[in-house]
C-alpha cells in the first residue's frame, strides 16, 4: 500500500474527481432503490401481508395470473377445501372503489374475508380502515363512511396497508359481494383464496384451472406491480453497470500511465500479487470513500423525501446497493489492471525511458 498510498496523496485531484462520480452514481442507486421499495411497498403491503401458505387464483392467459381479473367460483373453494391436507380454505375479494364522507372521497382497496380474520371486522356493515384513508377522510372508531352508496360504521383503525398504491379497507366477505353486485354486471365467489395447509398443489391447480402461490410469490399477480418495478430495476442496473465502466475506465488509463512505476516494482522483485493488491487497495479506497459519501447523501435525501415520496430508508435500499457499487466497482479496475500486471519489465521499461 504503500505507493498506492502515495499516489492518492500526490494525485488527490484525479482521485477525488472519480470519488464525486462514484458518490453520484450510489446516490441515484440508493435513492432509486429507496423510491422503488416505497413503490413496492404500497403497490404489494397488503398481499405480503395476508396470513396464508398459499394465494389461490384463476389461472391467466399469456401474461400470467392477476388479481384485478381473477375470479373464483364456489365449487373451486369447494375443491380446494375437500382436498387432503388442507387445513383452512378463506375467500378473499379484492376490488378498488371509493370512499366518502361529508363530500370527502379518497381511492381505496376493498378486501373482504371472514369476520374476524387477518384485519377483517367482527361483524357486516363495519370497516376497519388504514391509517391513510381515516386521515383522509377525517374519521375515526364508531363514525361512518360509504362505500360504493352504503353506509359502514367504522370498526377501528389500523396501519397502513396498500393494494396497487391505494390504502386498504377491509369488510367482511358478505359485505364484499354485496358491493361488487352493485359496482359490476357479475358477483364472483372470491377474487382469490386463502388456502392453508399442504395438499397437492399441482394437481388441485390442474384440476380447478387455478393458480397456487405463496404470498411473496404472488406479488407478480398485481399489475402495476410488475410495470413498476421491472423499469426502475432495469435503471438501477444500468446505473450499476455504469459505475463499473467509470471506474474501470479511470484506472485503466491511470494503470498505462504508472507502467514505468509498475515495472520498476517488478524489476525489483516485487510479486504480480504484490502489484495486484497495491493496485487494488488504491481502487478500494477511491470506492469506499466515494460509495460513503453518496450513502451519507441518499440518508439524508431519503429522510428529506419521506414526507413527500413512498421512500424506505433500510439497510436493503442503503447498504446493499452501496456494496453492489463497490463490488462491480473493483472488478472493473482488476479487469483495467490486466495488461500492466502481466507487462514484461524489460519491456515496460523501455517503453516507458
Known sequence: MYVAWR???????????????????????????????????????????????????????????????????????????????????????????????????????????????????????????????????????????????????????????????????????????????????????????AVEGSPDWASLAATTQTVARSPLRSVTAVGAFRGEIGSLALIIGMLVGISALVVGAFFAVWAVQRRGDVAVLKALGA??????????????????????LGLALVAGLGLLARSALPFVLNAATTLAPGLLVVLVGVVGAALSLRPVLTADPLTALGSAR
Open 271 to 292: 510479486s504480480r500479487y504484490a502489484v495486484l493488491r497495491d493496485a487494488m487497495a488504491q481502487a478500494l479506497v477511491v470506492l469506499v470513500g466515494g460509495v460513503a
Open 7 to 193: 499516489e492518492l496523496r500526490a494525485a488527490r485531484g484525479r482521485f477525488v474527481l472519480v470519488g464525486a462520480v462514484v458518490a453520484l452514481i450510489t446516490l441515484l442507486v440508493g435513492f432509486l432503490s429507496g423510491l422503488t421499495g416505497g413503490l413496492a411497498s404500497q403497490s404489494v403491503s397488503a398481499v405480503l401481508a395476508v396470513p396464508t401458505d398459499r394465494i389461490v387464483l384463476a389461472a391467466g392467459g399469456s401474461d400470467g395470473p392477476l388479481l384485478d381479473r381473477s375470479s373464483l367460483s364456489a365449487s373451486t373453494a369447494t375443491a380446494y377445501r375437500n382436498a387432503s391436507g388442507t387445513h383452512a380454505v378463506r375467500p378473499l375479494g379484492i376490488s378498488q372503489l371509493t370512499a366518502s364522507r361529508a363530500g370527502t372521497d379518497t381511492a381505496v382497496a376493498v378486501i373482504g374475508g371472514e369476520p374476524g380474520w387477518w384485519t377483517m371486522p367482527a361483524r357486516d356493515h363495519t370497516v376497519v380502515l388504514s391509517r391513510s384513508v381515516a386521515d383522509d377522510l377525517h374519521v375515526a372508531a364508531d363514525d361512518s363512511v360509504s362505500l360504493a352508496g352504503d353506509t359502514f360504521t367504522v370498526e377501528r383503525v389500523v396501519p397502513d396497508l396498500w393494494y396497487s398504491h391505494t390504502p386498504v379497507v377491509a369488510v367482511t366477505i358478505t359485505d364484499w359481494r354485496g358491493l361488487a353486485a352493485r359496482t359490476s354486471s357479475t358477483t364472483p365467489y372470491a377474487t382469490a383464496l
